[in-house]
């Protein structure tokens, strides 16, 4: 008689790319059973999620990475090519039965069509009795932990943070022991590279474009220390300035998990102790407070993940329909030359400074009045970190129809925003090569310079009048709401 398999417990991976901090990984290599893991390759779910080519590179580059991480462990990962989302819980169950699996260690995700997935997936490891652990490691306070003193999710940022640090302060994540093969356990072989090949070949992307960024998680967690030598004391002074360097840029890593939200946590807050890096890392604590709130924003709310706007009455806004005013900031052609200067640094290396994403999206939505749909979805097109939570929030906020949103008479002047943050042009004249010869004078308003510059457009509207614009429109979006 043929020998029974021993059981073996499964690591389920999704945006939790990463042996080290990984929460999953971690107690089953605790287990004791043998232990393997799967990534379900769902390329249909990323096309109708419009995830840029960028992203896809990281993704699966990130993905080889762990799979050789895995390999030397001895925990073979297998990549299984689903397509979409609701193919995964029937190939789910067929992988248990087929590896003898007794138990699945898995990192929860929050958003609409992950808990479907992942209630069917559930429901197949029931019925052959297998047992789902799951665990928060990609947040660092769980979605609905935090609540009002109305018992109601918070919707407010400033009350939210404040609970979020006192919630940490007393049940933080401790660091994990960092991950060793067990005894007895051989190194195996990585078998996913064909799949991961034929995937990249359907990527497409431009060698240029990913030149510019190194996958996995070695190069995350090096970009981590990095950040916290050089520049997280000054991250308060420096962030808000697109010309330096003065953020972490880990949100690629955050958003596929190449690094552990809780080890950045670990090191800022070490960082506290030094009175140098004291502000800054305060500072940077805070966004990571941010990345949790706009998380557990779309948990509690899950309406916001199919295109609804938080504030009801901006429903009824009429926003314009201007194809050719879409086309000229989608192209960074509007004449502003920080707002073009941005959209050129997206479409060129797949990543925006969170300043020039803020005044980005407030130009497209307040001075041009394009639905923040069509940016939220032009964004996500070419972000190496679209990220929907993130994405959906920062939007949503910028256009005034979010939660703890920018209130709808602010609107940025791109003018205003380019003096401020980058004083000499000197991040505009890296992408808007039309002005490098420009004097300093003109910089921020070509337009008013005694020769016209050769090739750069005149602005495509008129700052004045763009408040009392938006004030009617959103009063009458009101008014409409309130007569229903
Ligand atoms: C319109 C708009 C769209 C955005 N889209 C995304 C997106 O798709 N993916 C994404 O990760 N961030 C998004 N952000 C938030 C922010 O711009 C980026 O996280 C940040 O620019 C990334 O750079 P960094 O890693 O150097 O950030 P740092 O300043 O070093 O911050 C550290 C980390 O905190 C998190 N974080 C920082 N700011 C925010 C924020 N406002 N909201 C949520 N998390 C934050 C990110 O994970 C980031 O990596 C968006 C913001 C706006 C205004």
């Given at each position: 008689?043929?020998?029974?398999?021993?059981?073996?417990?499964?690591?389920?991976?999704?945006?939790?790319?990463?042996?080290?901090?990984?929460?999953?990984?971690?107690?089953a290599l605790a287990d004791g059973r043998p232990v393997r893991s799967v990534y379900f390759l769902c390329e249909d779910q990323w096309d109708s999620h419009h995830v840029a080519a960028i992203r896809r590179w990281y993704v699966l580059e990130s993905l080889r990475e762990l799979g050789e991480s895995l390999a030397r462990l001895g925990v073979p990962l297998d990549i299984v090519e689903a397509g979409s989302f609701r193919a995964v819980p029937d190939m789910f169950g067929e992988y248990l039965a087929r590896y003898s699996i007794g138990k699945v260690f898995v990192g929860r995700e929050y958003l609409r069509n992950e808990l479907d997935?992942?209630?069917?997936?559930?429901?197949?490891?029931?019925?052959?009795?297998?047992?789902?652990?799951?665990?928060?490691?990609?947040?660092?306070?769980?979605?609905?932990?935090?609540?009002?003193?109305?018992?109601?999710?918070?919707?407010?940022?400033?009350?939210?943070?404040?609970?979020?640090?006192?919630?940490?302060?007393?049940?933080g994540p401790a660091p994990l022991?960092?991950?060793?093969?067990?005894?007895?356990?051989?190194?195996?072989?990585?078998?996913?590279?064909?799949?991961?090949?034929?995937?990249?070949?359907?990527?497409?992307?431009?060698?240029?474009?990913?030149?510019?960024?190194?996958?996995?998680?070695?190069?995350?967690?090096?970009?981590?220390?990095?950040?916290?030598?050089?520049?997280?004391?000054?991250?308060?002074?420096?962030?808000?300035?697109?010309?330096?360097?003065?953020?972490s840029m880990l949100s690629a890593a955050l958003s596929a998990g190449t690094v552990s939200v809780a080890e950045c946590w670990h090191l800022a807050r070490s960082a506290l102790q030094h009175p140098a890096q004291r502000e800054g890392a305060e500072c940077w604590i805070g966004e990571l407070a941010w990345r949790d709130f706009y998380r557990q924003i779309m948990a509690n709310f899950p309406q916001l993940a199919v295109g609804e706007p938080f504030r009801a009455?901006?429903?009824?806004?009429?926003?314009?329909?201007?194809?050719?005013l879409f086309q000229a900031w989608c192209e960074g052609r509007t004449g502003y030359p920080?707002?073009?200067?941005?959209?050129?640094?997206?479409?060129?290396?797949?990543?925006?400074?969170?300043?020039?994403?803020?005044?980005?999206?407030?130009?497209?939505?307040?001075?041009?009045?394009?639905?923040?749909?069509?940016?939220?979805?032009?964004?996500?097109?070419?972000?190496?970190?679209?990220?929907?939570?993130?994405?959906?929030?920062?939007?949503?906020?910028?256009?005034?129809?979010?939660?703890?949103?920018?209130?709808?008479?602010?609107?940025?002047?791109?003018?205003?925003?380019?003096?401020?943050?980058?004083?000499?042009g000197e991040f505009i004249r890296r992408y808007v090569p039309e002005l490098a010869e420009i004097d300093n004078k003109w910089i921020h308003e070509p337009w008013k310079a005694p020769n016209p510059v050769s090739g750069y457009p005149a602005p495509v509207v008129d700052q004045a009048g763009v408040r009392d614009r938006v004030t009617a429109a959103f009063r009458a979006a009101k008014e409409i709401m309130e007569s229903q």
């Open positions: 008689m043929p020998a029974t398999p021993p059981e073996a417990v499964l690591v389920w991976f999704r945006n939790d790319l990463r042996v080290h901090e990984q929460a999953a990984l971690s107690a997935r992942d209630r069917a997936s559930a429901v197949a490891a029931t019925a052959l009795g297998v047992e789902m652990q799951g665990f928060d490691h990609g947040v660092l306070v769980p979605p609905r932990l935090l609540s009002t003193g109305q018992g109601r999710p918070y919707t407010v940022f400033s009350p939210y943070r404040r609970s979020w640090q006192k919630w940490l302060d007393s049940h022991a960092s991950e060793k093969r067990k005894r007895g356990t051989a190194p195996v072989k990585f078998e996913g590279h064909r799949i991961i090949d034929n995937a990249l070949a359907r990527v497409a992307i431009s060698p240029s474009l990913s030149a510019g960024w190194q996958s996995g998680e070695q190069a995350a967690r090096d970009q981590l220390k990095s950040f916290a030598l050089t520049s997280l004391a000054g991250y308060q002074r420096q962030r808000d300035f697109p010309a330096i360097e003065g953020t009455e901006t429903r009824f806004i009429q926003w314009s329909s201007d194809e050719a920080l707002v073009d200067a941005a959209q050129r640094q997206l479409v060129q290396t797949g990543w925006m400074h969170n300043r020039l994403r803020m005044v980005s999206a407030m130009f497209l939505t307040k001075n041009l009045f394009i639905d923040w749909r069509r940016g939220e979805q032009f964004f996500m097109r070419h972000l190496i970190d679209g990220d929907f939570a993130a994405n959906n929030g920062g939007w949503q906020w910028s256009a005034s129809t979010g939660t703890d949103a920018a209130p709808y008479f602010r609107v940025f002047s791109p003018v205003r925003q380019s003096q401020r943050f980058d004083p000499d």
